[in-house]
């Protein structure tokens, strides 16, 4: 079990649906992530939030939209994805963004696009 | 540009030791981490290296030089639960909160 919490565990969706990954922690951690992975592939950083302000936006498509409700949730709104998209979508948190602390993963969730 | 590099495959014997090299050519460096990832799972956090020199952490050992861009993780008493894919990162110094990941070492553990 890991101490950052993501949901749903598995995804599939159309290209035309609406659909929203969650991702929560209670660590503390004033830094979260939203990183997306391929198979055999590491993981690719997509945003970071550091005292949920959006600092790091990695020329990701509109068609992904992050959301930081407050410093203990991440929210991933997604729409009109396209079939590359499928992968696992792994949120992170750390206590501060940089330094040395080292990041938790959540256990992701794995997306597929029909 | 930036680059880290790891082997892509290793495999070892239950009860033998192994150690997993990682070598990065980045712009600056603030810190070299290990992770393990278990097929289909989250990466965890096994050590932190930012000065030269050994870390030890139980059957985990970390090791880095700076001068030559290298680190290795050094797994002992190997069990069959360590096959796992071990993933080098490393915090260059142009951004403190991108981490510059390796493909990682997916490593197979046999009888």
């Known amino acids: 079990d890991t101490e950052v919490t993501q949901t749903p565990k598995h995804l599939v969706m159309g290209m035309t649906n609406k659909k929203s990954l969650k991702c929560e922690q209670h660590?503390?951690?004033?830094?979260m992530y939203w990183y997306k992975q391929k198979a055999k592939k590491p993981p690719e950083l997509m945003f970071v939030y550091s005292y949920e302000k959006l600092s790091i936006n990695e020329s990701v498509p509109s068609r992904f939209s992050p959301e930081c409700p407050n410093s203990s949730l991440l929210n991933l709104h997604l729409h009109a994805l396209q079939p590359e998209d499928s992968a696992l979508y792994l949120c992170?948190?750390?206590?501060?963004?940089?330094?040395?602390?080292?990041?938790?993963f959540g256990d992701g969730t794995r997306l597929s696009i029909l | 540009g930036q680059n880290i590099d790891q082997p892509t495959e290793m495999t070892a014997t239950e009860g033998a030791i192994v150690q997993i090299n990682c070598t990065y050519q980045?712009?600056?460096?603030?810190?070299l981490f290990w992770y393990q990832q278990h097929a289909g799972e989250a990466p965890t956090f096994l050590s932190y290296?930012?000065l030269d020199g050994l870390e030890e952490k139980g059957r985990f050992s970390s090791f880095l030089s700076r001068s030559k861009g290298y680190s290795y993780l050094l797994l002992k008493e190997l069990q069959m639960k360590d096959s796992a894919s071990y993933l080098c990162a490393v915090r260059g110094e142009d951004s403190n909160y991108q981490l510059i990941w390796g493909a990682g070492t997916k490593l197979i553990i046999k009888p």
């Open positions: 980045t712009s600056g460096f603030n810190g």
């Open positions: 992170a948190s750390s206590q501060e963004a940089g330094g040395n602390q080292p990041q938790h």
């Open positions: 660590m503390g951690h004033r830094a």
């Open positions: 290296n930012v």
